[in-house]
Nanobody, 126 residues
Framework: QVQLVESGGGLVQAGGSLRLSCAASGRSSSTYTKGWFRQAPGKEREFVSAISWGGGSTYYADSVKGRFTISRDNAKNTVYLQMNSLKPEDTATYYC???????????????????WGQGTQVTVHS
């Protein structure tokens, strides 16, 4: 079983920055496609970003493009989400996800992923 643990969430002022980390464990998990999703109360889980196993390909939701950057360090088996220019509408629980399947457009869908972290709360205030 692949285990994912997010960290780095917290309170931040609008316009500020936050860096989320997702530490993974489990056989072959360092080569998995990884993604970030977020969910606010009363809303569906929303795709944020995804990255291929080698880090050479990425996807971003239009709402975060130009503000967020996904990256990974496979030696540490960790994926990151650097969030800049944060807005109140970015407030949500952020979840890290992983799947053994190859990176594709399907990685934008929550149903693609077999493994999920517990989530970390991000609150952006004005």
């Amino acid at each position: 079983q692949v285990q994912l643990v997010e960290s780095g969430g917290g309170l931040v002022q609008a316009g500020g920055s936050l860096r989320l980390s997702c530490a993974a464990s489990g056989r072959s998990s360092s080569t998995y496609t990884k993604g970030w999703f977020r969910q606010a109360p009363g809303k569906e889980r929303e795709f944020v970003s995804a990255i291929s196993w080698g880090g050479g390909s990425t996807y971003y939701a239009d709402s975060v493009k130009g503000r967020f950057t996904i990256s990974r360090d496979n030696a540490k088996n960790t994926v990151y989400l650097q969030m800049n220019s944060l807005k109140p509408e970015d407030t949500a629980t952020y979840y890290c996800a992983a799947d053994k399947d190859s990176f594709s457009q399907n990685a934008k869908a929550a149903v693609f992923y077999d493994y999920w972290g517990q989530g970390t709360q991000v609150t952006v205030h004005s």
